[in-house]
């Protein structure tokens, strides 16, 4: 009957120290988006596949888990003869899909639930997605996002409170960043300029590898891409800009000016480091060309959030888009979000130690357990440090002490009270501490006021 | 292009005002389980079938959503000939299966951990599951459960300790409520005084139905059963059994008291009711024989929560198992938990009107937006009161006021800043109490603790 227990390649279980960790990133990124006021909404692990396919290109499709249907999933199959051709037999047994990220099911929520809906929306949703890729290093087929958007209103105090909300979330989590700002009219103002604005994206692409490959291999690759080299070669001044962020748009005014959409972005861009200037964010952010992510889908800012001093690609990044609901039949919805990466966020913290040693989630004290009596000392006064606020446990079994300690030692519980024969006859705990190992005698009424002045101090 | 968008049947959007509802009561039930010491573990959608099957019967087999596999799903079927029998096709094509409850994937991590998990282990979980389930109302294909286990412990401590936990989660969430409290070994002894101890789930189905049916629709039940008349009216004692717990305790110490199982469930009984009275639950907890809730599963202790004062079924269950992980290869775990009805809870909370009225993730004020100059003037102060703790917006566009009014009504926000020229040029901001329509002066230097001040008022 003994059967070896796994799970499906590229899934994790988190234990306890990886959930409380986990849960600390989400509580602090959910408490600045509230402070922000963004609202959470939440939508089912399965959608219909109408609702998905074709959302995320041909591979995304490949990429969806199908969900079979259930009972008879074969009933609504038409002809024996025509099995076993899977691209025939698809359509017949799977109708649901797992959800493959939190924008489409967004789009679907908003155009479903338009009437109910009070726009500007501002909404976030934490929840988990799927995605049957190969699993490898920091690449998993269930994995959570962490998206924030607000959707009807075109004004760029979005993008400069999403900058802010962003320079929040990793100061509460203690990360330093640089905020890494592009824009899509900018790049298509560029691919214009030297001709060739149906490039666009190829221009983008091998500008986004000039840090890894140089200029020389860039400039061979968007020959390779069919853009002759005059072309190329009118693109060089914008590979070579030098200087901050603002001599960069002045720098790019003179090149690209002249194209109204080029102009356009510098005047957004403008308009948003405007902003910034006012909100002062903590950390740094700046103008980046090379910055390419989501091409296809972003239509004026883009974003990308980068950490110091570790090894690690983008940890949050967003954008504005200019039409996520039409698909679906309601046109004309322009937005702009941003997207956190819990994952690698996770790792920088835990490369950085930058988790706290004892969270809301952990127990402060552990009663110890002598037998009955003992037991029957302790239980008011578990009570009332219970009502104060404080986790504790009462260690269960009269279990050898050994095993008690032990308990407490790799639960990481910092505190333990010690209630035996001696302690009850003269009205006291001892309180041990489990780091120094120190112990004091505490009378019983003073236990609660005892342990809340300690616990403070931890905090 | 444009498609009507829906949801799969069962299958549920929460939007703001639910998902805010729905988390106040996860993040009260979770600051209860850390106060008792339990940990959170999660674990994947997905679990292998092999894990899955046979776990909950056949009718629950049925049930299970099952995933195709990826990729080339028909790739591991061997002979076009015996398609379509969907009995051959089926291991073929899914590997995997949506999860089903969160007690089989916990069996699963404790055995796949047994060598990092500290014993007693005491885990909390709440996520999702999924059941291919008719849809009704109440009845939904995608739910969360929310279950505390402490494993690897037979101490009755466990169980008096979750009756406090279910005692003071229910206070927190302000929902009255009685503990209904009973031990399968005492049924089993009752079986067993009877004459048919292998009757164990008949009879107690049929004592399940004594509120709903009657005595005499029981009895005849029991008949029907194949148990005779004789045994029938030795049972009635049982069955017309009056008084408080404590008198049943002894009544029934009279009647099966030769019984040994019987006799262990009353001791436990006693042992448990004894802690009780020592840890002093607020609510009402009463032995109720008629409690027959998972009997196949439990073997000692059985829990049932139910709401005064509401038409409703169980909002909270559990009990204590013996062999949780045996079918994985790991027995004589013993257990005790107890799961949280989420849906049901909620329904209780919203006829009651138990929901408080702004939570910590409402906005508590919205600054209007006049143009860029009062933008301006405003944003300094917005950034000092979000750094005061207080959740602000900023309205995005210089909109019609009455749109930005109709904004902050929607969206429940109770006080506005209004910056127009006036104001500036006075260096005050105009506080306006969306519900009273009263309006206040206050300087811009005074705007934080201002706003600090009613905010403590409210809560």
Chains 1, 2 share one sequence.
């Not at 409380?20 to 963004?38: L, W």
């Not at 890729?133 to 209103?153: H, L, M, N, T, W």
């Not at 109204?260 to 861009?269: K, S």
Request: contains cysteine; glycine residues 8%; aromatic residues 10%.
């Amino acid at each position: 009957m003994a059967q070896k227990p796994s799970i499906p390649k590229g899934t994790r279980d988190f234990g306890p120290v990886e959930t409380v960790r986990r849960n600390f990133i989400f509580d602090t990124i959910k408490k600045v988006f509230h402070r922000y006021g963004y609202q959470p909404i939440e939508t089912p692990a399965m959608e219909n596949l109408s609702t998905l396919l074709g959302k995320y290109g041909e591979e995304g499709d490949k990429l969806l888990f199908r969900v079979l249907n259930s009972g008879d999933f074969m009933a609504g199959y038409p002809a024996a003869s025509e099995v076993p051709d899977p691209a025939n037999l698809l359509p017949f047994i799977s109708e649901k899909g797992l959800r493959y990220d939190l924008t489409v099911p967004f789009a679907r929520f908003v155009v479903q639930n338009r009437n109910d809906i009070t726009f500007p929306f501002k909404r976030y949703q934490i929840q988990p997605v799927w995605r049957a890729d190969r699993p490898q290093k920091g690449r998993y087929r269930e994995f959570f996002q962490c998206d924030a958007d607000v959707i009807g209103s075109d004004s760029l105090l979005n993008e400069a409170e999403l900058v802010m909300l962003v320079d929040e979330v990793f100061s509460a989590l203690g990360i330093n960043i640089v905020v890494k700002i592009n824009n899509r009219k900018i790049l298509a103002g560029i691919a214009s300029y030297i001709g060739y604005p149906e490039s666009l994206i190829d221009i983008t692409i091998a500008i986004d590898k000039l840090d890894k490959i140089g200029l020389d291999a860039v400039n061979q690759e968007l020959m390779l891409k069919g853009i002759p080299a005059d072309a190329v070669s009118k693109l060089q001044p914008v590979l070579n800009m030098q200087g901050d962020s603002v001599a960069k748009i002045q720098n790019l005014r003179q090149i690209i000016g002249n194209n109204e959409t080029g102009n356009t972005g510098l005047d957004e861009i403008n308009t948003l480091f405007g902003f910034l200037e006012q909100m002062k964010p903590t950390m740094p952010y700046e103008l980046d060309l090379t910055l390419a992510r989501g091409l296809n889908y972003y239509t004026g800012a883009i974003f990308e959030v980068k950490a110091l001093d570790v090894q690690m690609g983008s940890i949050c990044g967003g954008g504005r888009y200019d039409d996520l609901t039409g698909v679906f039949g309601m046109p004309g919805v322009s937005g702009v979000g941003i997207s956190f990466g819990a994952d690698r966020i996770y790792d920088v913290m835990a490369e950085k130690q930058l988790f706290p040693e004892t969270t809301a989630g952990s127990t402060f004290v552990l009663f110890l357990n002598f037998g009955a009596d003992e037991v029957a000392y302790c239980i008011p006064s578990i009570a009332l440090v219970r009502k104060a606020g404080i986790n504790a446990e009462l260690y269960p079994d009269a279990d050898k002490l050994k095993k008690q300690f032990k308990y407490a030692d790799q639960k990481l519980i910092p505190y333990v009270v010690i209630a035996g024969e001696t302690e009850i006859s003269a009205k006291v705990f001892t309180v041990r501490n489990m780091k120094s190992g120190s112990q004091q005698n505490v009378p019983v009424h003073e236990i609660v006021e005892f342990l809340q002045d300690i616990a403070e101090q931890t905090e």
